[in-house]
């Protein structure tokens, strides 16, 4: 049984390497020069975005210049409207971008005549919210699509449907209609699809967000896996931010078409600056429970009272909160309130809410950076007495 399992593996690996082969080939052929930069690497140049509609120019994208590594899983975030499908469709040129550079692979692709693009298409593969696929063909004939319509023959047509459906466990499944599956089988379907022209890039426009949270973790698991195992680019639209946290290297937020800010996952949600990632980062943080919220007072009468204490983590240089020195500090009667902590990437980040007796010298006391990366004291709760 495992024999098996191994030898799909192996066949679908062997897939990925003859899909960067022959990207290689591509640029070979219609640069002249072997690719010097990593497979399924992405990079925006200036890179501009203006549609015209009857209501006139709608500005969608402004001055992108960012690299997507290839290999890594990168997400893309921002509100409604920000302009994060516009700039994934310009990755597989279904938009044009009106100013910059798109380049694959180092190749610039705003210059690829028609079979250039038809190529550039076989090697970025793109999954929907709404699966996109045929009703009236079976899961086979959806998968076998792609492969079709290239011109591949039956026999292979067969044996790479049949090693891809196995990838993403839809084996015994060919027969079936997308009526008959669930989201999670269908959006498998449209997973499948995506990968049989052995693509070196994967995009995901809110591929998760039409399913349910443990069908989404089970689609999250499998695009986690197929990275890994195909060394596969993925870019990901998503306005999950438990998406980007789970499974994204790097994550880009955009803002009414422009940077907000970027970079590794734990960096940018341990301290995110922008404004604009601190509302999209809302529903992870729970706020200070309401009872206590209700009763603190912003300043110390000078009776005994408790003052709770907010300690941040940035994740930087692998400062974790540690309750010794916290303890050391602030002395042994010290209770733990509430934590908001997380663990992306092996960086520890977040709130950290400790209570403990007001004094006069607490504000002194808690700025001792090995204590955290910001300390703040929230406020005073004075007991009824
Ligand atoms: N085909 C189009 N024609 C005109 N305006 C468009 C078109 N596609 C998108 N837009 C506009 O461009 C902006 C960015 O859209 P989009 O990239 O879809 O944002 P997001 O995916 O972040 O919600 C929005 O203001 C949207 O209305
Ligand atoms: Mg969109």
Known sequence: MSAVLFDAATDVLTVAGVASHSAGTLEASFTGKPAAVAAGSIRFEAVEKTYVSSAGPVKALTDITIEVPGGSIFGIIGRSGAG??????????????????????????????????????????MIFQHFNLLSAKTVFANVALPLVVAGVKKQEVKERVAAVLKLVGLEGKENTYP????????????IARALVSRPEILLCDEATSALDPETTLSILSLLKDINRRLGLTIVLITHEM???????????????GRIAE??????????????????????????????????????????????????TYTGVGGLQPDLGRILAVLGEDTQIIQSNLDRIQGHVSGRLIVASAARADLHHLIANPDLAHAARIIGYDTPNV
């Open 242 to 256: 438990s998406v980007i946290r789970e499974i994204c290297d790097h994550v880009l937020v955009l803002e009414a």
């Open 179 to 190: 009526s008959r599956l669930s989201g999670g089988q269908k959006q498998r379907v449209g």
């Open 262 to 311: 970027t970079g590794r996952v734990w960096e940018v949600f341990g301290n995110p600056r922008h404004e604009a990632t601190r509302a999209l980062l809302k529903p992870l943080d729970r706020g200070l429970p309401e009872d206590l919220a209700g009763r603190l007072n912003s300043r110390w009468s000078g009776k005994p009272a408790t003052a709770l204490i907010e300690f």
């Open 84 to 125: 994060k499908s516009s700039l994934l469709r310009t990755i597989n040129r279904l938009e044009l971008p009106t100013g910059g550079h798109v380049l694959v692979d180092g190749e610039d692709i705003s210059t690829f005549h028609e079979d250039q693009l038809v190529a550039l298409r076989r090697r970025v593969g």
